[in-house]
């Protein structure tokens, strides 16, 4: 199993960015996914999840700045990151859910390896 992420980088204040997360194809389609991101000296905190049929939640400190998708033909997902701020700067991991879509790191057994993101 696995997840590799890519599309970090540092952008200015109000830019954008998109991160991907190839993952394993058979675990790909059944699976509620979900993007965490974590800040030094701060706790993993969820981003955004996707369910298997497409639904999606996020983070109030996200809504309407972030967005989550899936693309089953390519086996990866995405995390559309727009308007971005200085606090938004953090380590972003997706990771495979173990049941349906919860916030909680510990519902998540499978991590990619993050992708660094920072805002100035």
């Known amino acids: 199993v696995q997840l590799v992420e890519s599309g970090g980088g540092s952008v200015r204040a109000g830019g954008s960015l998109r991160l991907s997360c190839e993952i394993s194809?058979?675990?790909?389609?059944?699976?509620?996914m979900g993007w965490f991101r974590q800040a030094p000296g701060k706790e993993r905190e969820g981003v955004a999840i996707?369910?298997?049929?497409?639904?999606?939640g996020y983070a109030d400190s996200v809504k309407g700045r972030f967005t989550t998708s899936r693309d089953y033909a390519k086996n990866t997902l995405y995390l559309q990151l727009n308007s971005l701020k200085t606090e938004d700067t953090a380590m972003y991991y997706c990771?495979?859910?173990?049941?349906?879509?919860?916030?909680?790191?510990?519902?998540?057994?499978?991590w990619g390896q993050g992708t660094q993101v920072t805002v100035s």
């Open positions: 990771a495979k859910g173990l049941n349906g879509g919860s916030w909680y790191p510990t519902e998540y057994d499978y």
């Open positions: 194809l058979y675990i790909y389609s059944s699976y509620c």
């Open positions: 996707i369910g298997s049929s497409g639904s999606t």
